[in-house]
């Protein structure tokens, strides 16, 4: 069964048609990018899955439950996390207190007014592990704002993680980085995802190209494309749609 | 007890009337909230400083059309300093101490106003023209109060036409939709901040002269009207002037049918078209979403 | 060398001075302390809101006012029921307006849910005005002190000053108890994420809405308890306990004192409270002062006082005054 189904997805923004009828199935575990050139619709529909916004039809179903609109910590709750593409964590709170929300969030331990969150040892530790896989120990009580922008970025997949998601969605993790940190942010990507499923948004074509087991490629929100890099790289439609009807074609 | 049409026909003016008075006041507080994200408490201080400088003008020249005129120019200076000078200052410290700022600025102001013109409340002279009734339907209707209809259709027209059809008006528009994008493009935002609070503190003046002889000028007047015009905002939605015009005129004549029913309970209608919206349409009838 | 000087030793010297207090000084100074006491509690209940969740509630005296007359109105009606009972019911009364208000208003933001709050604010104050049967109106209400029973312990009547005190300022510092600790709970943890980044917070899983509403009511409980307290002092109340001045009062306390630490409301309350004693006698255009101090403390000291006062600060005081060279704070 796949893990997450998209069935019929339509999204339109006052008049202003973004997705169109977008089908899709990802299987546990894999790793599948969503690629497509600019105004495609990626982000929106990793926002439709993740219930910032409800689509104007269609269904999707996570896990084998209907989480079509849900709220978004409903969904995350059911295993469901997102990375953003713009920086979105805490800032003014340190590393470890921001990695420590979501294990907070996992563990459960959300409105417990009675114990005293510095004695829970085994957050602190699970806290400080997952710290660590993002290389980020160095940095752990620093407020999120002031670190270097591949460190956020590292801080911004962990949140994400910390909540221990069956399915992950990565929205451009690599965006604005150099070839080296991309490097070492595929790099966690793979140490820190393991046995996870991933989606991700991805403009980076090594990048896409190294990671996804399959990809799906969108074009004016409609669904061009699917399937093993080898058929999207041999891919007529998807060619075009990036690089342009050629002269003579 | 059932009331003849007529009297429901008269309270629907009366209601009429007041909202337009609302809207008077709404307008301005809702286009500042709406582009500066600052709920301006100094506005109903503005209403009142408005209401006694006109009283000044008139005791000074026994013009009433002058004070309509000079009141609001000088209030609407006084707006520019306050956005100028001090609210400008805290606008890095977030919204919170912007709201908290003209919150200041309406207590000092009020406090001003008893200090010049003393506790007491004030009676206006209203200018011959406008005294006396007219007889409608059976009943007689004070010349004074379509007035307040006229004036208050008069400054909607202006209004929507500038807004709508002039280019600063769209730009005022803009900088409500965006302020930062309209900064962006390259217009001088901070001036139409300023422009737009002075404006705004102007239209609140207009209404605080025209309220004067209305609802009378006394030093509490401010506080009594934001009930009114807080509900009018969150039911017409923040920003819009289109949903202050007609959430003023909902809320106009539901106070006075209110009364006129339901004396004891006129009060509570407002609140509870207010809960209302709150659940069905949380940013107001015509509000954007953030 | 041990530093003689540690939070803990602050404290306590603090509480000593608190509970030895009756017997040291006049009694208009004790009435005075006391009304720092209830006015702190309102004011950290305040603060839990804005300086903990964002959350500006401009119209808190709602809550204040309702735990004020819900202790009249006990007393007269009730008038078996234990004292310190009546003033827990005082606060759940003061929660359950702050879960109604909040129902409606919490999911809003800013500017938005301060106007909100305060529309709620005018219609207690509307009801409390309107509904003399109940209220009295803007004559008020006043009500007779009943004793306190504390078994095993005596029998104390509340029309003593000193015990009043007492009582006032061992509810209150048990609620400050209660406040400071809850801060540091998962739950006090999700509040501040929520401050943080609200969206964030919800694709992480919290339900923003659940935790603003909760908190919201708890502030309110606490209000209200500082409501029961003011009318159990005072002995009257009238509309003047849920009206808009009252809730500028509370607001102008929290940021005088400080919003960003958790004290500030605290040092807000007794600055305020003298500081308008002291100038309502210098001039009747005090409130002038007043608007005009607090438009330059939000332009020049938006942190509050708070930020002059700290441990460090104190200790350099006194070294200076001893004496002592080098400044290792």
Not at chain 2, 121 to 150: C, D, E, K, M, N
Not at chain 3, 306 to 320: A, E, H, M, P
């Amino acid at each position: 069964m796949s893990i997450l189904e998209l069935k019929g997805i339509y999204k339109a923004f006052k008049g202003l048609q973004v997705l169109v009828n977008v089908n899709l199935a990802v299987e546990e575990g894999e790793c599948h990018a969503i690629i497509g050139p600019n105004g495609a619709g990626k982000s929106t529909l990793f926002n439709v899955i993740s219930g910032k916004y409800k689509p104007s039809h269609g269904r999707v179903i996570f896990d084998g439950q209907d989480i079509t609109g849900l709220a978004p910590y409903k969904i995350s709750r059911k295993g469901l996390a997102r990375s953003f593409q713009i920086t979105n964590v805490f800032p003014r709170l340190t590393v470890r207190r921001n990695i420590r929300n979501a294990i907070l969030s996992k563990r459960r331990i959300r409105f417990n007014q009675f114990v005293l969150v510095d004695r829970l040892t085994d957050v602190s530790r699970e806290t400080d592990r997952l710290i660590d896989m993002l290389g980020l120990t160095a940095v752990r009580d620093v407020p999120a704002s002031e670190l270097s922008y591949g460190q956020q970025r590292a801080l911004e997949i962990g949140i994400a993680l910390g909540t221990d998601p069956k399915l992950i969605l990565l929205d451009e993790p690599t965006a604005g980085m150099t070839r080296e940190q991309t490097k070492e942010a595929v790099a966690l990507i793979k140490r820190v995802a393991q046995g996870k499923t991933i989606m991700v948004v991805e403009h980076d074509m090594d990048v896409v190209f190294t990671m996804a087991d399959r990809i799906t490629v969108l074009s004016y929100g409609e669904l061009l494309a699917s399937g093993t890099p080898e058929e999207i790289r041999r891919h007529e439609g998807v060619k075009k749609a990036y690089l342009g009807k050629k002269r003579n074609a | 007890m059932a009331y003849s049409f007529d009297i429901y026909l008269i309270q629907a003016l009366h209601g009429i009337v007041y909202g337009m008075l609302l809207f008077l006041v709404a307008a301005g507080l809702t286009l500042v909230f709406g582009m500066m994200g600052v709920l301006n408490f100094a506005h109903a201080g503005f209403y009142m400083l408005g209401a006694y400088f006109g009283y000044s003008v008139v005791a000074w020249s026994g013009n009433f059309w002058l004070s309509l005129i000079v009141a609001p120019i000088g209030v609407g200076i006084c707006g520019g300093f306050v956005e100028r000078f001090l609210l400008r200052k805290v606008h890095t410290f977030g919204h919170a101490y912007e709201l908290l700022l003209t919150f200041g600025v309406f207590l000092a102001t009020g406090e001003i106003v008893k200090w010049f013109w003393g506790n007491a409340p004030l009676s206006v002279q209203i200018p011959p023209s406008l005294s006396g009734s007219l007889s409608i339907l059976g009943a007689t209707y004070p010349y004074y109060r379509l007035f307040i209809l006229a004036c208050g259709v008069a400054v909607l027209i202006l209004l929507a036409l500038f807004i709508l059809k002039t280019r600063i008006g769209i730009t005022v528009r803009a900088a409500v939709s965006d302020a930062g994008m309209v900064g962006a493009l390259g217009t001088n935002v901070p001036v139409v901040f300023l422009g737009v609070y002075a404006v705004g503190s102007a239209l609140a003046a207009l209404g605080g002269v025209i309220a004067g002889p209305f609802l009378s000028t006394y030093p509490g007047m401010g506080l009594d009207i934001l009930t009114d015009v807080f509900v009018v905002i969150v039911v017409g939605g923040f920003g819009s002037v289109f949903g202050a015009v007609v959430a003023s005129l909902m809320i106009g004549v539901l106070q006075s049918y209110g009364i006129l029913l339901l004396p004891k309970f006129a009060l509570v209608f407002e609140y509870v078209l207010m809960a209302i919206i709150l659940i069905v349409r949380p940013n107001g009838l015509f509000g954007e979403k953030e | 060398m041990k530093p003689l000087l540690t939070k803990g030793a602050v404290a306590l010297v603090l509480l000593a001075l608190i509970a030895l207090a009756p017997r040291c000084v006049p009694v208009t100074h004790v009435n005075m302390l006391s009304e720092i006491a209830f006015f702190s509690l309102f004011a950290l209940s305040f603060n839990m809101l804005f300086g903990y969740c964002g959350l500006l509630s401009f119209g808190h005296s709602a809550y204040f006012g309702i735990g004020a007359y819900t202790l009249v109105l006990i007393l007269k009606h009730f008038t078996g029921m234990p004292l310190l009972l009546a003033l827990f019911v005082g606060g759940i009364a003061g929660g359950l307006g702050g879960l109604l208000v909040g129902f409606f208003c919490v999911r809003l933001k800013g500017g938005y849910f301060a106007l909100l709050t305060m529309a709620f604010n005018q219609f207690f104050f509307a009801i409390a005005l309107k509904w003399r049967s109940l209220t009295g109106g803007d004559d008020g209400m006043s009500l007779s002190r009943p004793d306190l029973h504390l078994p095993g312990l005596g029998v104390f009547s509340m029309g003593r000053p000193a015990n009043v005190y007492y009582l006032i300022v061992a509810i209150v510092l048990l609620c400050v108890f209660l406040q400071w600790r809850l801060i540091k709970t998962p739950y006090g943890n999700a509040v501040r994420a929520v401050k943080e980044n609200d969206e964030r917070a919800g694709f992480v899983g919290y339900n923003v809405y659940l935790t603003r509403l909760s908190l919201y009511a708890f502030s309110a409980f606490f209000a209200g308890i500082a409501g029961s307290l003011f009318a159990l002092f005072e002995g009257f109340i009238a509309t003047s306990v849920i009206d808009a001045q009252m809730s500028m009062q509370v607001t102008f306390m929290a940021f005088i004192g400080g919003v960003n630490s958790f004290f500030g409301p605290i040092l807000g309350a007794g600055v305020y409270l003298y500081f308008t004693d002291w100038v309502s006698r210098v001039t009747d255009r005090w409130e002038f002062v007043l608007g005009v101090l607090f438009i330059l403390l939000v332009m020049y000291a938006h942190t509050g006082l708070i930020g002059f006062v700290s441990l460090d600060k104190i200790k350099y005081f006194l070294r200076i005054k001893a004496g002592i060279k080098g400044t290792d704070k």
